[in-house]
């Protein structure tokens, strides 16, 4: 089993930036690509950005390419989402997840999941 939390949420205007936080704890050996989504109210969850288990590979949804950016540093159970030129359609709950295999495809299964943290971008 792996816990996953998020950290780092909060309320900022729009051009700002913030970074979000994911560890995930418990069994490493299972902890492969990790993931983020987020789901507006109303709306269905969408993918954000995945990272590989080295870091060394990412991929993006094409609207927050260029302005967010995925790393996962020397400990491989944290990540980040450094998100800059926030707009108010990034508004949010923002999850990270884990997925036990080696997967960036946005629709790629997820095994373990946070609770999220609420981003919030007024105009």
């Known amino acids: 089993q792996v816990q996953v939390v998020e950290s780092g949420g909060g309320l900022v205007q729009a051009g700002d930036s913030l970074r979000l936080s994911c560890a995930a704890s418990?069994?490493?050996?299972?902890?492969?690509?990790m993931g983020w989504f987020r789901q507006a109210l109303g709306k269905g969850r969408e993918f954000v950005a995945a990272?590989?288990?080295?870091?060394?590979?990412?991929t993006y949804a094409d609207s927050v390419k260029g302005r967010f950016t995925i790393s996962r540093p020397n400990a491989k159970d944290t990540v980040f989402l450094q998100m800059n030129s926030l707009k108010p359609d990034d508004t949010g709950v923002y999850y990270c997840a884990v997925a036990r295999r080696s997967c960036l495809e946005p629709d790629c299964q997820y095994d373990f999941w946070g609770q999220g943290t609420q981003v919030t971008v007024s105009s």
């Open positions: 990272v590989s288990w080295g870091g060394a590979r990412t």
């Open positions: 418990g069994n490493p050996t299972i902890t492969n690509t």
